[in-house]
């Protein structure tokens, strides 16, 4: 069964930082790319960021760019998000998500974590 759990959301201050998670089981990320997106209430779901495993590149949405950073341990089949200089903007619902493609469009992913909530505070 494939699994995403997602770990390492809170409240913290505007400014303040936090390290998501994104632990997978039941499948390896070679050859998925997992992304990470986020919802706020009353809001749509949008694509933050992604990383592909088979090269490592990586995307970001403008709205997070030179403040989160993604990364992947393969070894652990984890993936993390950085999130760096948080504003209350920020504030949503984090997800991970795999897929076979990657990008920051939801429709390209199969299979989903139960999200994290992540609130900031100004």
């Known amino acids: 069964e494939v699994q995403l759990v997602e770990s390492g959301g809170g409240l913290v201050q505007a400014g303040g930082s936090l390290r998501l998670s994104c632990a997978a089981s039941?499948?390896?990320?070679?050859?998925?790319?997992i992304g990470w997106f986020r919802q706020a209430p009353g809001k749509e779901r949008e694509g933050v960021s992604c990383i592909s495993s088979s090269d490592g590149s990586t995307y970001y949405a403008d709205s997070v760019k030179g403040r989160f950073t993604i990364s992947n341990d393969n070894a652990k089949n984890t993936v993390y998000l950085q999130m760096n200089s948080l504003k209350p903007e920020d504030t949503a619902v984090y997800y991970c998500?795999?897929?076979?493609?990657?990008?920051?469009?939801?429709?390209?992913?199969?299979?989903w974590g139960q999200g994290t909530q992540v609130t900031v505070s100004s």
């Open positions: 039941g499948f390896t990320f070679d050859g998925h790319a």
């Open positions: 998500a795999a897929g076979p493609a990657g990008g920051l469009d939801y429709d390209e992913y199969d299979y």
